[in-house]
């Protein structure tokens, strides 16, 4: 039983792939994937632990389930099964396991653990949960 709780916990701790801090915020953002900051410092992770984010041409966070290759368009096309792999043919072309589709805005993940210390532990007050977004957008950071 023991043996069993210890792979369970074991399991569970590598679930998270990532998780990194909002540039100007005290909240830090955690994702199944990588995980990559935008123009604005905002962090936003890939929905897959072998998913891709990468930064598109205007320095905007794209994401996808599948790992992801800029094309000679300059767009990022990426394999649409979890994890699956691109590859450039001899063309030039990008290759899909699967099939491939463009990274998305709308296909990264954003979750919020609340702040942090200087040692990476949540802060919390008596009683209070983790906090999560609540649509707050500082001044001159245009809404996504």
């Known amino acids: 039983m023991r043996w069993t709780l210890f792979l369970l916990f074991s399991l569970s701790l ?3 792939a990532e998780c990194m801090r909002d540039t100007g915020r005290i909240e830090t953002v955690c994702g ?3 995980c990559l900051r935008d123009r604005w410092g905002e962090v936003y ?3 897959h632990i072998d998913g891709s984010a990468q930064l598109d041409r205007y320095q905007n ?3 996808s389930v599948g790992q992801c290759r800029r094309s000679i368009q300059d767009e990022i096309v990426c394999s649409s099964e ?3 792999a691109v590859f450039t043919n001899i ?3 990008v290759d899909c396991y699967g099939e491939c589709q463009l990274a998305s805005a709308g296909a990264c993940e954003r ?3 609340g702040p942090l210390d200087e040692d990476g532990n949540l802060i919390l007050g008596p009683g209070q ?3 999560g977004f609540n649509g707050y957008r500082p001044p001159g950071r245009p809404a996504r």
Do not use: D, M
Request: net charge negative; proline share 21%; charged share 5%.
């Open 111 to 113: 979750t919020f653990t």
């Open 82 to 84: 979890p994890g699956g």
């Open 14 to 16: 590598t679930a998270v």
């Open 45 to 47: 992770c890939a929905p």
């Open 32 to 34: 199944a994937g990588p």
């Open 91 to 93: 063309n030039g072309e």
């Open 61 to 63: 966070v794209v994401c």
């Open 129 to 131: 949960p983790p906090t």
